[in-house]
Each structure stands twice: as structure tokens, then as C-alpha cells.
């Protein structure tokens, strides 16, 4: 697990917050991605970093700003969220083209 | 459509039994299956996968699935639980549409595995 990091681990904001959720892998990937996870529904891909360029961007509000300044880093950053988006927001890595991801322990956000 | 499905929202069962955690899915080619698994408070870890070849797989922690084509089904198995072993499992299918990241996996719902003592 100490392969993807993710800080911070817990997070409580409310609706006119900004903040910043930070992902951080030390697999030696060039593939990363945001995932939302919450109860009953099935995961939910949000964006997809491949070699630091955004291919994939599933339809996802724009109140949630991806950046990815380097292949060790991806950043999710939040603002005028909802209290819907209140969820477990996970990241992972993997190889372009491999078929395994690595997920870090998960973001559990709360929006008041 | 590609999709999963975990028919199970939970199984129980007694330590030193064997366990299975049912997974059927419906692909267009073949299919590319995966198993994770998440303990509470932790990220998804991956257990095992199938890709190609024997239709047994073998994973982390003595975990294994079975590939069976004509039922479509990807079922995960262990021969002697553990009170360890609980925890929640998803299956996935890759979406073999589309080239390299941008197939996506579909998940499923997950199901919670209790192994009691």
C-alpha cells in the first residue's frame, strides 16, 4: 500500500471550500487515475493521466480539476462542491498499456 | 453493454471452510477479469487476474478464481478461510474497446466477505 499515497487521509468542507486532494506513486508508473467510490454504486472512473496528458475525463462536473504536473503526481482539486460528492475518492497508478492498477488507501471526503 | 455483476451483497462463513465469492460478467471478445480486494479504511489491492491460458488463477494470500467460459463466470475461491480474509471483494472487467488506458475497467458492486471465528 505504501506504493501510492494519498493525503489527506480525511477531509471535511463545506460548499464554498476549496481544497486540494494530492496523489503520490512510487512504482515508477506513467498512468494515473482518480476513482470515486461510494456505497451501493459501482466504482466510478473520473479521470486518466497517461504520460501526464488527461485521455480520459468521464463527463465528471467541473467543480473537480485534475492536474497531473508529473508521472508521481496527481492532484484533484475541489471547489463549490455538493454534499452528493461526499464519497471515498481513491487514486491509482499503473503502466500505459498494463492491465494492473495500484490503488492508494483513498481520500474520505465530506462536504457539509 | 460490458458488465459485471457480484450476485452477493454479502457471504459469511465459518474460519478453516472454504469460501467462494460469486462474479458472473458479459463482454464482447474476450474478456480480460480481475479480482481486488479492500479492507476497511484501505485502498483496493489487487488479487489476481486473468488474462489468457489456464483457467485456474492463483493470487495473493491463497486466493484463487477459476475462468469458466461457458458460464461466463470468474468466481473467487479459497480453500480455508481466515478471520483475515474479511474484507470487501470486487470483481472487474476490462472494456477491451478502445486502446491501451483508455479501456476501462467495469466494476462491481462489490460483496462482503465475514469469515467468523
Redesign the interface.
Known sequence: ?TG?T?TPRHLVMGMTNKKSLKCEQHLGHN?MYWYKQSA????E?MF?Y?LEER??NNSVPSRFSPECPNSSHLFLHLHTLQPEDSALY?C?S?Q??A????????TRLTVL | AQSVAQPEDQVKVAEGNPLTVKCTYSVSGNPYLFWYVQYPNRGLQFLLKYITGDNLVKGSYGFEAEFNKSQTSFHLKKPSALVSDSALYFCAVRDMKGAGNNRKLIWGLGTSLAVNP
Open positions: 500500500e501510492v494519498q498512468a451501493k454504486k459501482p466504482l472512473l486518466v497517461s485521455v480520459e481513491l491509482a499503473s500505459v498499456h492491465d494492473t492498477q495500484y490503488f492508494g488507501p483513498g
